[in-house]
């Protein structure tokens, strides 16, 4: 009976499938099942303009798997890797200025930068002092002085 309404749909069916799966997709930590929704989009569209049999259907969505995972592989290698740094705030900064708020002795002290405050090692200065942001380890931001 339920599959029956289900079939009934007709291309419509295809859209909750695609629905379904990118529902999927969200719950689950991949990036598989939004292709397969792409597929069923694409049959239920067809469908829609072609009024396809079910046969016809399941043919087209089994053949248009293959091709939008293949889509899907092929964006997800060409990202570039630029990003490794999006959870290492400190090289985040790198290439920044900032203002000497605590006056850095013995090498340690602190920066503002931007509305925060950071641990920075560098040369001796004092408060105030404009230093560009070169590298970071940790929390720990490394500065040269701009002179």
């Avoid at 009934?8 to 689950?28: D, H, P």
């Amino acid at each position: 009976m339920i599959i029956g309404y289900f079939l009934s749909l007709g291309a419509w069916a295809w859209f909750l499938i695609a629905l379904f799966l990118a529902l999927v997709e969200l719950i689950l930590p991949t990036t598989f099942f939004i292709w397969l929704s792409l597929a069923a989009v694409l049959v239920g569209t067809a469908d829609l303009i072609f009024d396809l049999s079910l046969k016809a259907e399941l043919i087209m969505f089994v053949a248009s798997m293959p091709p939008s995972l293949y889509l899907g592989f092929y964006l997800n290698k060409s990202k570039p890797e630029e990003d490794v740094i999006l959870h290492q705030r400190t090289l985040s900064l790198v290439g920044r200025n900032a203002i000497v708020q605590k006056a850095v002795e013995n090498g340690r002290g602190k920066l503002e930068v931007g509305d925060s405050t950071w641990l920075a090692e560098g040369e001796d200065c004092e408060v105030g002092t404009e230093v560009k942001i070169v590298g970071g380890e940790g929390s720990v931001l490394k500065f040269e002085i701009i002179n």
